[in-house]
């Protein structure tokens, strides 16, 4: 049966159970916060692949990896280490890609997001963004973003009762203003279904890709959501990595003019 545009299908490749997870959104953002953050936690916890977003709205490419062919939107699955008492910790899907969805695609490709979850039986959506700042004090020689300690992350979630457990305790909650994009369909229909989505912004430089800002949500996430150990010494470190990573095939594909490049504002990586 063929598909419309904007209508977006959800396949499993691997079978695994993920009821209780905690989901990442992946997509990028500001500072490709998300993205980071998303890359960072799929290479730290060598999590596998467990299926794929389809869209006819999706760019017709296809990311290729130790010469595998990859979809440009993919699910990963897995969980951190067990802590020192030997207790299990909670387990992670992350959704990840390389590509602003199109405008039109962006509603249904949150609803069908919110529709797996639930459906999965998962316990909560993260969305981590990036909140553009302008050049402070702060900045150091070279244009480049804050000190990891100097960045702030400020939070919002779909229902009080996250909020109050998650938001107000741990962080600033962010109490005026908008979010755009995935981010912001995800808060809206967690509300209401009644389902738990939780924002992290953090403040992000907007014209390169942000491994302060990034690796700052990941200690949040870390702190809040995963409460294992985390050095965030080689954790700044591995967000670095994936930046200059983003940095170096961003300038890749302009040198080589790829005639299917993503959409404008978008940073490829592959995984």
């Known amino acids: 049966m063929s598909m419309t545009p904007d209508q977006v299908r959800i396949y499993e490749i691997k079978r695994i159970d993920v009821e209780g997870a905690i989901v990442i959104d992946g997509f990028p953002s500001v500072g490709l916060v998300s993205s980071i953050v998303a890359n960072y936690l799929i290479d730290t916890l060598a999590m596998q692949q467990i299926g794929i977003v389809e869209s006819p709205a999706f760019p017709t490419v296809s990311l290729i990896r130790n010469g595998d062919p990859q979809h440009p939107v993919r699910i990963y699955a897995g969980r951190p280490p067990a802590d020192r008492a030997g207790r299990g910790a909670d387990k992670i899907v992350a959704f990840v890609s390389e590509f602003h969805p199109a405008p039109t695609v962006i509603h249904p490709l949150a609803t069908a997001i919110?529709?797996?979850?639930?459906?999965?039986?998962?316990?909560?959506?993260?969305?981590?963004?990036?909140l553009v700042v302008e050049a402070t004090p702060h900045t150091p020689k070279g244009g480049r973003g804050p000190r990891l300690n100097d960045v702030k992350?400020?939070?919002?979630?779909?229902?009080r009762?996250?909020?109050?457990?998650?938001?107000?305790?741990n962080m600033t909650p962010f109490a005026e203003g908008v979010i755009t994009g995935i981010a912001g369909v995800l808060l809206n229909e967690g509300r209401r279904r009644e389902f738990d989505v939780l924002t992290f912004l953090?403040?992000?430089?907007s014209d390169y890709p942000d491994a302060r800002a990034a690796a700052k949500v990941i200690e949040t996430i870390n702190q809040i959501l995963l409460r294992t150990p985390l050095d965030p010494v080689p954790l700044y470190a591995e967000a670095e990595r994936i930046e200059q990573q983003?940095?170096?095939?961003?300038?890749?594909?302009?040198?080589?003019g790829r005639p299917e490049a993503p959409a404008p504002g978008s940073q490829p990586m592959y995984r």
Do not use: N
């Open 161 to 169: 009762k996250a909020r109050e457990l998650y938001i107000e305790p």
């Open 202 to 205: 953090a403040e992000a430089q």
């Open 153 to 159: 992350v400020y939070g919002v979630a779909s229902t």
């Open 114 to 130: 919110l529709d797996w979850v639930q459906e999965q039986r998962c316990s909560l959506l993260v969305s981590p963004e990036g």
């Open 246 to 256: 983003l940095l170096s095939i961003q300038r890749h594909a302009a040198d080589r």
